[in-house]
């Protein structure tokens, strides 16, 4: 009986899908904001794919020992976008509902973020 391997996923494989997915972190980030990122924590990178540049990113802070800085660095960056769509609410008070649902969603994403820094130190 053969033994079944299962493709091993990158540690941070969730926390990378559910950064690069609005519709469950609530939050847009490009590839200039990954890059923001990386620059905040002492890395310069060139921009790439979200995909290639998040995962890059996540697996040099973690060999570097710079993850709990690196998930500081995305915890301010879900803070300042959520200012910025309770801004836009305010300005737009029609589109207010959409809003409320991504800041619920970036809240929540915020917290995973939280519990990873947490799990790291």
Do not use: C
């Amino acid at each position: 009986m053969k033994p079944k391997f299962k493709d091993r996923q990158n540690e941070y494989e969730t926390l990378e899908k559910q950064l690069l997915s609005l519709f469950h972190s609530g939050i847009y980030i490009s590839s200039y904001d990954i890059a923001g990122l990386g620059k905040a924590i002492g890395y310069d990178l060139p921009l790439k794919e979200r995909n290639i540049l998040l995962s890059k990113l996540l697996g040099d802070a973690k060999k570097d020992n710079k993850t709990k800085d690196l998930f500081g660095a995305i915890s301010a960056f879900i803070k300042r976008r959520a200012m910025q769509y309770t801004e836009l609410g305010n300005i737009h008070p029609h589109v207010r509902p959409i809003i409320s649902t991504w800041l619920q969603k970036a809240k929540s994403t915020d917290l995973l973020i939280k519990r990873e820094m947490a799990n790291n130190e």
